[in-house]
């Protein structure tokens, strides 16, 4: 079996390592080490066991979100600012601290900030990065709305539960 640099199993795009019949998933494989991607690997290894025929493979995986459990949590999904400059995006920027959501106040967690990159051509979301308290649930959304292009204006219009995090998209979206 193919060994890569770092010691994990060599595998094409469908996860199929150099051994017929034979798969890599999760941490073996190298690659991103998250405990939802592992399981989304199977999504890819299961129709191949099952013979049925699949598009889905390490190519057309989504956008996927990562989450650094720190104080407070580090979230990300998307372009940052820097890649988006790099890959010759335009974007508009609204950004946030996260004192002025009412949830964060009511926790006293009010540390970090909010921010959002959206195509001003598309008005799709093209990243997000968060550092707050409740930034891994709130990544979520943001990942879901990339993945399935739905406008930031859908985010910013949304109607939200009071008090809670996610009803800082109202306000965040609102400064495109």
């Known amino acids: ?14 996860l199929q390592s150099s051994v017929e019949h034979i798969w ?5 494989k190298g ?18 066991l099952l013979g049925e025929e699949s598009n889905y493979n390490l190519e ?45 106040q009511v926790l006293r967690e009010t540390s970090g900030f909010l921010k959002i990159l959206v195509d001003p051509e598309t008005d ?9 308290y409740e930034a891994h649930e709130m990544i979520n959304l943001i990942a879901l709305a990339i993945n399935e292009n739905i406008s930031y204006k859908s985010l910013r219009d949304g109607i939200y539960t009071h008090p809670t995090m996610s009803e800082s998209m109202n306000d965040l979206l609102e400064m495109i």
């Open 1 to 14: 079996m193919a060994l890569g640099a770092r010691g994990e199993i060599k595998v094409n795009k469908h």
């Open 60 to 104: 057309t995986r989504r956008v996927y979100p990562t989450a650094t459990f720190v104080d407070p949590t580090f979230a990300r999904v998307g372009f940052n600012e820097k890649e988006a400059t790099e890959a010759g995006k335009n974007y508009k920027v609204a950004k946030m601290p996260v004192a002025a959501v009412p949830k964060a």
């Open 31 to 48: 690659g991103p080490q998250f405990t939802y991607i592992s399981l989304d690997d199977y999504r890819i290894v299961l129709p191949q």
């Open 124 to 132: 799709l979301i093209l990243g997000a990065s968060f550092f707050s």
């Open 24 to 28: 890599a998933v999760g941490d073996v």
